[in-house]
């Protein structure tokens, strides 16, 4: 086992790449995410890895693109401005399929906002920023040593369905420190790069998917000649205008995802078994939830706790169970109420669904949630 | 020398471009140079961005990236970092490259990553129309500007020279004998190379501007382009309208890649 470590969480997700594989990172500085570019500075070249500061959000994407396509697993992180600007080329990674790895630690926005405090505003940016219709896959860690966990889940499954991947941080947790134990490399499942199955004589084609829906084009200098192009494309790589294959190409894109929606909904329950009032929540403010949780079963309320590692695709299906056993669900977020949405709509009117919304720079107090717990419990008594 | 027809995905020709368009004579020379120079076709990789100078890529038989507006040079930066032992030929037009690109093109001049960038200057903004671009000549007309630019054009060459370039050079579609030697000087260029190939639009551009057909437009070309050598013996007075060719700058400075391994080899040794 590894020694115990005071680490940062924006530190951990930066490990977690490296341990799952990253060997590129190109980034624009932009706090609070900065301290995720200097460990890639710091580290990349020690395992042969290559980090470069580019001139801006824009290039920052456009450069880890181009170095998946040259075989390299890639990341780079930025906050809710830059998020913003790396949006028309994290839709270019959706419809070319070029695995990339994209943190954001959200900040207090729109615009400049609030730099350096911690917000959850950009869950919703994560899943609609890009224009047209793709599938997006986000992962949200609350501790630090989960920074890590999700850092290698997010490379890994950026190159499994070839997809761009978002690690939804908030500044909670990218700038605190926690003591953590890293696993061991040798203990890390890492998912390798897909190479192609067929040559070019066998009538290899980069983007005809396999069974899991996911295609195999070639990384670049193999000698496959292979064409990307952020156009409607059939199998070949090439643009088509044909209504046909462009239907087949977004639903394909689609469905790729969605047949996997369960297998990469992860989610802790606390206190669950009996409560009639659920806290749903995700981030930084899982933290302070759990500790409100705890103190209301201290009183011997009947109170539960959901807590969403994956944001994207949305755990439906989690919600729903939880709005069938329950009465009411509670859900802070720091935001003016984003994720709620997607739950009130899961929940079907099964349960209230109530928000509890903050979004003034600070992070919410155990006594903010738990007084939000005291009204929802007594309400459900009535 | 090869036969250049080798580098071509012949199921994708013809082209798109419209009669009279310049750059199936930039994309054949840039054939030529591949062909001079006896590069690995498994090796080359072609990255283009947005508009009708960077459909070039479809119909050229390597690896190919047909990026999004603007962004080529990123995208073919990331490229040659993942794996320098690739050679990588940027495809770019005036608005792609100047414009929405602007900023990546200055900095991929200072960073001097070894890419071959080629800009077809056609003066407009072709495919979407006829707009103008940043190097559409003061006065000039396009659909975003009816009674002529107020803009000053950039000179790419000049701009390419004072952000750090390693090689510039300037060639035409008229002096097509020219320009492969041209490309191929600038990919044996261990640096970011800029070679600029004006190329006559008379759908777009030529119309607005009452530049006569594709022949005159080549020969305006042939008239006004002139060897580096003779522009600059020209006076201040006989150089109006005219402009330098060939190779305009050369220098040295270390290739981004070849440096960025001294940095992998100081971190793996633990030093800083």
């Known amino acids: 086992m590894t020694q115990a470590k005071l680490m940062q969480g924006n530190e951990a997700c930066a ?7 990253v060997r590129f990172f190109g980034g624009y500085p932009i706090t609070p995410s900065t301290e995720i570019a200097e460990q890639m500075a710091r580290e990349l070249p020690k395992v042969g890895g290559t980090f470069i500061q580019m001139e801006d959000e824009i290039a920052s994407m456009a450069v880890i693109l181009g170095a998946s396509l040259g075989g390299k697993k890639v990341l780079t992180a930025t906050s809710g401005p830059g998020f913003s600007l790396k949006q028309e080329l994290i839709g270019y990674a959706a419809i070319a399929e ?3 790895v994209i943190a954001n630690v959200q900040r207090v926005g729109p615009s400049t906002g609030q730099p350096t405090s911690p917000a959850q505003g950009d869950v919703m940016q994560a899943r609609w920023g890009t224009h047209g219709d793709h599938p997006m896959i986000a992962l949200s860690p609350w501790t630090v040593r989960e920074a890590f966990d999700v850092a290698v889940k997010a490379v890994n499954y950026s190159e499994r369905f070839r997809t761009p991947v978002i690690i939804l941080l908030d500044e909670v947790v990218g700038h605190m420190r926690e003591k953590v134990v890293l696993p061991e490399q040798n203990e890390i499942e890492i998912y390798p790069r897909r190479k192609p199955t067929k040559s070019r004589a066998e009538g290899y084609q980069p983007f005809t998917p396999e069974d899991d829906l996911v295609p195999n084009p070639a990384d670049f200098g193999t000698g496959y000649r292979i064409h990307v192009s952020g156009l409607v494309h059939d199998d070949t790589g090439f643009p088509t205008g044909s209504p046909k294959v462009t239907e087949e190409c977004i639903k ?4 790729k995802i969605d047949r996997v929606k369960d297998e990469i909904t992860h989610y802790d329950e606390f206190f669950m078994d009996d409560a009639e009032v659920a806290v749903v929540t995700y981030g930084g403010t899982a933290r302070t939830a759990y500790a409100a949780v705890e103190a209301a079963r201290a009183k011997g309320q009947k109170v539960g706790m959901v807590r969403l590692m994956t944001i994207w695709p949305f755990a439906d299906k989690v919600i729903q169970k939880v709005a069938a056993k329950t009465k009411a669900i509670l859900v802070p977020e720091m935001n003016y109420g984003q994720l709620v949405r997607e739950i009130e709509r899961a929940a079907a009117g099964q349960a209230k669904v109530v928000s509890l919304p903050k979004y003034n720079t600070e992070i919410f107090t155990p006594a903010e949630i738990g007084g939000a717990i005291d009204q929802l419990v007594s309400e459900v008594a009535k | 020398m090869k036969d250049y027809e080798q580098y071509f995905r012949s199921n994708r020709l013809p082209h798109i471009w419209c009669p009279g368009c310049g750059n199936g004579i930039i994309m054949k020379s840039i054939a030529k140079a591949i062909a001079k120079l006896d590069m690995d076709q498994d090796k080359t990789v072609i990255v283009s961005g947005i ?3 960077s459909r070039a890529s479809g119909y050229m038989d390597f690896d190919t990236l047909h990026t999004a507006h603007g962004r080529a040079i990123p995208f073919a930066t990331g490229v040659k970092l993942a794996n320098p032992e690739l050679k990588v030929i940027v495809i770019t037009g005036d608005g792609d490259c100047t414009a929405i690109g602007g900023n990546h093109f200055i900095h991929g001049a200072r960073r001097n990553v070894d890419l071959t960038v080629v800009l077809f200057n056609n003066n407009i903004y072709g495919m979407t129309g006829g707009q103008a671009s940043p190097l559409t000549p003061t006065t000039k007309k396009a659909t975003t500007a009816p009674y002529g630019t107020v803009d000053r054009p950039f000179d790419p060459c000049q701009l390419a020279q004072a952000a750090g370039a390693t090689f510039v050079a300037r060639g035409t ?15 044996q260029n261990n640096g970011f190379s800029l070679i600029e190939a004006i190329t006559p639009c008379p759908i777009s551009y030529g119309r607005q501007n009452k530049l006569g057909d594709s022949s005159a437009m080549l020969k305006w070309m042939g008239e006004h382009g002139v060897p580096k050598v003779a522009y600059e013996k020209l006076s201040a007075e006989e150089r109006t309208e005219k402009f330098p060719l060939g190779v305009l700058y050369e220098s040295q400075f270390g ?13 793996e040794g633990g030093q800083k």
Do not use: T
Not at chain 1, 15 to 21: D, E, F, S
Not at chain 2, 173 to 187: E, S, T
């Open chain 2, 173 to 187: 579609a008229f002096h097509a004998a020219q320009l492969p030697d041209l490309i191929a000087k600038g990919i």
């Open chain 1, 252 to 255: 394909r894109l689609h469905e």
């Open chain 1, 15 to 21: 490990q977690g790449a490296l341990a799952a594989g």
């Open chain 2, 255 to 267: 290739e981004y890649s070849a440096e960025y391994a001294h940095v992998i080899e100081r971190a």
């Open chain 2, 51 to 53: 508009g009708c100078s």
């Open chain 1, 98 to 100: 070029i695995p990339a």
